[in-house]
C-alpha cells in the first residue's frame, strides 16, 4: 500500500479514473491528472483512516491483548481494504502502468500495461532486456530502441522523461506508444520505484502522418501555382514589351489575357512625340542591318529617360517615338530634356568612331484622350485617339521649321506646377494641319549648349519684348530688337526668322 500512496501523490504526469470501466482509446493529459486527482483524495481519505487507527492502538496499548489484536486486524484489513479500491482504479485505467522497484525488479503492470505490451508479467531482467522482451523499436526502423533511453529506466536515475518515438512489435501489427516515466523518491529523496504510464497513440500517429500528407500536398500544389504564376508574370512581361503595363493599368487591367476588343477609357494626359531629323537620308548610307542596329541602340538609349520620369511609350513608328505621361505636364517637359541631353552623350560616343552626329525634335501637347483597344478578332492593337495627339505631332514637325529641338503647346504651359522652373521662350502662333484655331508653341531650351543656352537667357528679356511688338505690329522696332538677339547669338534661328519676317511685314506695309 505504501507504493500504491507514493505513486499517486508523485506521478504528476499519470492516468485516471474512477471504477467504472473508460470506453475512451485515448485519454488526454489533462483527463488524466482529473483522475489521478481523485484518486489522491480517497487515498488521503484511506491514510487519515489508517492514521487514526494507528492513534487509537496507540492509547490502548494498556488493555488486553485481545483488543489489541483486534485493531490489528481491523488496521490491517483498512490498509488491504485501500490497496484493493487502489489496484481496481490502476486496473480500470485505459492506460498501460508499469511499475520497478530500486533495483530494476518487477512490481507491478496493470491489465491494459500487459495488453500494450503483449506479455503478462514483467520479466526479472526487465531493466537489463526491456527492449529486447517486448520488441520495443525505433519508430518506423527495425532499431532496438535503448534500454538506457527508456523513461522507466530513466526513471531509475532519478529523471522525468517522455517519449512518443516507440513501437512495440507484435506479430500481427505494430503499435505506436507515448511513454511517460516518473521517479518516485522515499522519504531520505532516494529513488523507490519506477513508475510508467503509456498509451497508445495509432490515430494520432495516423493524424500526423495524414498532416504530413496534407501540408506536403499544400506545398506541392504551392510549387505549381507559383510556377504558374512565375509563368503568367513571365507572360505579361513579354506581353508588357508590346503592351505597356501602364496601358493595361490605365484600363483597369493587370494581366493582357484581360483585355477585351473595345475596351476604352478617357484620361488627362501629356502626349510626346520624338523624331530623328532627316532619318530618310541617313539611313541610305546604311545597310538594313545597320539601320536595325542605330534604331536600337537610339530607342535603348531614349527609354529611360521617359519611364524615370512616369512615362511609358505608347509605340514605336519607324525611327519615332510616341509616349504618354499621366500624372504631370512636368513629367514630359523633363523627359523631354532628358532625352536631349542623353543625345549629346550618344552623339559624343558616335563621332569619336567615325559617326556624324544626329538631331532629334520632340513636340509635346497635354489635354484629354481616349485610351483603347482596335482593330479586329484576329489582331489588336492598343492606341490613342484624340485631337491631342495629333497636335503633339504636328508641333513635333514644327521644330524643323524653326530650328529647335524642344516645342510644347500653351496647354502644356499652363499644367506645368511651375513654368519658371524651366528656360522658356514663345516662338510663334500657327495654324497647323487640321486645326481652325491658332496654337501657341514655346521652345524649352534647358538642354541646348551651355553657350548656346547662357545667350538665349542673356537675351530672353529682349527677345520677349521684341516679340510683343511683333504681336502689336511694330516690326521696325521688333526687327531691331532681333538684330541685337543676333548679334549675341548668331545661331538663333528663332530670331532670324522673326527678323526676316519683321522686314517682310514692312515692306508689305509699304506697299499697300
Known amino acids: 500500500m505504501t507504493f500504491m500512496v507514493q505513486a499517486v501523490e508523485h506521478f504528476s504526469v499519470s492516468r485516471g479514473a474512477d471504477s467504472r470501466i473508460m470506453v475512451e482509446k485515448q485519454l488526454s493529459r489533462e483527463q488524466l491528472l482529473l483522475e489521478i486527482d481523485r484518486l489522491r483524495q480517497q487515498v488521503e481519505d484511506l491514510k487519515e483512516e489508517k492514521a487514526d487507527l494507528e492513534i487509537l492502538l496507540e ?25 484493493i479500491k487502489l489496484a481496481q482504479f490502476l486496473e480500470a485505467i485505459p492506460v498501460g502502468v508499469a511499475v520497478l522497484d530500486s533495483q530494476g525488479k518487477p512490481y507491478y503492470i496493470n491489465h491494459a500495461g500487459q495488453q500494450l505490451l503483449g506479455q503478462g508479467v514483467l520479466p526479472l531482467n526487465a531493466v537489463e532486456n526491456l527492449s529486447e522482451t517486448y520488441q520495443i523499436y525505433i519508430e518506423g526502423t527495425d532499431t532496438i530502441y535503448p534500454a538506457e533511453k527508456l523513461p522507466l529506466v530513466r526513471a531509475l536515475r532519478g529523471e522525468s522523461a517522455r517519449v512518443d518515438d516507440i513501437e512495440i512489435h507484435q506479430s500481427e501489427r505494430k503499435i505506436p506508444l507515448e511513454i511517460w516515466g516518473r521517479p518516485i523518491f522515499d522519504e531520505r529523496g532516494k529513488v523507490a520505484f519506477a513508475i510508467a504510464v503509456f498509451q497508445e497513440i495509432a490515430e494520432r500517429k495516423q493524424a500526423e502522418e495524414d498532416r504530413h500528407k496534407f501540408i506536403k500536398k499544400l506545398f506541392e500544389l504551392n510549387n505549381v501555382l507559383e510556377k504558374s504564376l512565375d509563368a503568367e508574370s513571365e507572360t505579361t512581361d513579354a506581353y508588357g514589351r508590346f503592351v505597356p503595363h501602364q496601358f493595361l493599368n490605365l484600363l483597369g487591367y493587370e494581366s493582357i489575357i484581360d483585355v477585351n476588343l473595345g475596351d476604352q477609357v478617357q484620361q488627362e494626359m501629356s502626349v510626346m512625340f520624338a523624331d530623328i531629323r532627316d532619318f530618310t537620308k541617313l539611313s541610305e548610307t546604311m545597310t538594313p542591318q545597320e539601320n536595325f542596329n542605330f534604331i536600337n541602340a537610339y530607342l535603348s538609349r531614349m527609354e529611360p529617360a521617359i519611364t524615370s520620369n512616369n512615362g511609358f511609350i505608347d509605340k514605336y513608328i519607324g525611327d519615332a517615338i510616341m509616349a504618354l505621361f499621366s500624372d504631370f505636364a512636368d513629367d514630359a517637359v523633363k523627359s523631354g530634356i532628358a532625352m536631349l541631353n542623353i543625345l549629346t552623350d550618344y552623339n559624343e560616343r558616335r563621332q569619336s568612331v567615325g559617326y556624324i552626329p544626329i538631331k532629334i525634335g520632340i513636340g509635346i501637347n497635354s489635354g484629354s484622350l481616349m485610351l483603347g483597344t482596335v482593330g479586329g478578332k484576329n489582331r489588336m492593337d492598343s492606341t490613342v485617339i484624340s485631337d491631342a495627339v495629333n497636335l503633339a505631332s504636328r508641333i513635333e514637325g514644327l521644330t524643323k521649321d524653326y530650328g529647335v529641338s524642344l516645342l510644347i503647346s500653351q496647354e502644356t504651359l499652363e499644367r506645368l506646377r511651375n513654368p519658371a522652373d524651366y528656360a522658356i521662350r514663345i516662338v510663334d502662333k500657327v495654324q497647323v494641319k487640321g486645326k481652325s484655331q491658332y496654337v501657341t508653341v514655346y521652345e524649352v ?56 519676317r519683321c522686314r517682310d511685314w514692312r515692306s508689305l506695309l509699304k506697299g499697300i
Do not use: W
Not at 543676333?486 to 528663332?494: A, F, K, M, Y
Open 445 to 500: 531650351f534647358d538642354a541646348d549648349p551651355a553657350e548656346i543656352l547662357s545667350a538665349k537667357l542673356a537675351n530672353l528679356a529682349v527677345y520677349t519684348e521684341a516679340m510683343l511688338l511683333c504681336d502689336r505690329k511694330e516690326f521696325r522696332e521688333a526687327g531691331k530688337l532681333f538684330e541685337e538677339c543676333l548679334r549675341t547669338n548668331p545661331s538663333d534661328l528663332v530670331a532670324r526668322i522673326y527678323l526676316k
Open 59 to 83: 492509547t490502548t496499548a494498556e488493555h488486553s491483548d485481545t483488543i489489541e489484536t483486534q485493531l490489528r486486524y481491523r488496521a490491517l484489513e483498512a490498509v488491504r481494504e485501500g490497496e
